[in-house]
């Protein structure tokens, strides 16, 4: 299996996905990413979208509205989301940080390692929650390690094992990336779009990959029945 390489990999993602929308682009509203990035947590992103959309009729995507609503009104909103009650909870103490800084605006405007650091000391924010949350609603450089991206990369036989914890996940990928200024929003997209469209949890649709040929997944032969 010869070796690839991650700028490889990112250049094939561009040919497979590059002309397919990701929820997520720099012109996306910044609360919307945020309130998204905690409720898509252990749920699909289609989940998470239904608990936004309903946020949204009722006129709540606004941090001082929403805070203002009691916790069960916002757990019954976000139910489709899943966890609802804890996730509610998680989102009180985004919102109480925000309060704490005046407005969004002004905690997005931290330099990327206060905030990210304010953000992992908020209770219900994790790495990956605090990254999505630096890169997509402040516009920071961050390199966003989830699922999809450790799926892919261990079955290219690529990176620290699979269940290693983010951190070397994160600084394996940082060194591999292109050295020239990542776009490292448009990275994470594709990712998550191959994980989506091709490379599944169950039953990965390689025929229709062009990594198929350098794949050690791939080229795994199924176990007997
Ligand atoms: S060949 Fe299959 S397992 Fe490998 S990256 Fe493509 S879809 Fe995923």
Known sequence: MPDLAVPVVVASLER???????????ESDPFEVALGAILVQHTSWTNAERAIDRLREAGLLDPRRLSELPG????????????????ARKLRAFLDLIARHGALDALLALPPEELRGQLLATWGIGP???????????????????AYTRR????????PSRDVPYPAWQS????????????LARFHALVVLHGKRLCLARRPRCGQCELASRCAFAATPPLPP
Do not use: C, N
Request: hydrophobic letters at 45%; proline letters at 8%.
């Open 16 to 26: 497979m996905h590059g002309g397919e929308r990701w929820h997520w682009t720099p």
């Open 72 to 87: 069960e009104a916002v757990e019954e909103l976000i139910r489709p989301s899943g966890q609802y009650r804890t996730k």
């Open 128 to 146: 990956e929650t605090a990254d999505a949350i630096v890169l997509y609603a402040a516009g920071y450089p961050a390199v966003v390690v989830d």
């Open 152 to 159: 892919l990369f261990s079955r290219l036989a690529m990176g």
């Open 172 to 183: 394996w990928l940082a060194d591999a990336l292109p050295v020239a200024a990542p776009d």
